[in-house]
C-alpha cells in the first residue's frame, strides 16, 4: 500500500533551518509528481512546493520562495524540503503528498515550530 511518512520537524528559532524528509513506499516513486502542504494552527492547508517526477522543475508559494528548496531522490524514494530563513510564521504540520494540485495520497505530518 501507499504510504508516505514525514520526518525532520523540530523546533527552530527564527532565521534558523530544518530538512524535513518524507519517505515513500508502495508506488513507482520516480513516477509521480510531490508536494509539501501545510496547515498551520486554525488556519487552512497552503500548498508550499511541488516537483516534477524527474526533479526538472520545481515550483514554490510566493510565501516560501527563496527560502525553501524542494528537492527528490529517486533512488531513494524520497522527497525533501530544505527550509532557511525560517519565520514564526512558518510555524505548521508539514505534509507530502502525491500530486500537485489534486492529492491522492498523504502523509501523517511533521511539526515545525519556529519560536525564540
Known amino acids: 500500500q501507499v504510504q508516505l511518512v514525514e520526518s525532520g520537524g523540530g523546533l527552530a528559532q527564527p532565521g534558523g533551518s530544518l530538512r524535513l524528509s518524507c519517505a515513500a513506499s508502495?508506488?513507482?516513486?520516480?513516477?509521480?509528481?510531490m508536494s509539501w502542504a501545510r496547515q498551520a494552527p486554525g488556519k487552512g492547508l497552503e500548498w508550499v512546493s511541488g516537483?516534477?517526477?524527474?526533479?526538472?522543475?520545481?515550483l514554490y508559494a510566493d510565501s516560501v520562495k527563496g527560502r525553501f528548496t524542494i528537492s527528490r531522490d529517486n533512488a531513494k524514494n524520497t522527497l525533501y524540503l530544505q527550509m532557511n530563513s525560517l519565520k514564526p510564521e512558518d510555524t505548521a504540520l508539514y505534509y507530502c503528498?502525491?500530486?500537485?494540485?489534486?492529492?491522492?495520497?498523504w502523509g501523517q505530518g511533521t511539526q515545525v515550530t519556529v519560536s525564540s
Open positions: 503528498a502525491r500530486g500537485l494540485g489534486r492529492y491522492d495520497y
Open positions: 508502495g508506488f513507482t516513486f520516480s513516477s509521480y509528481v
Open positions: 516537483i516534477y517526477s524527474d526533479g526538472s522543475k520545481t
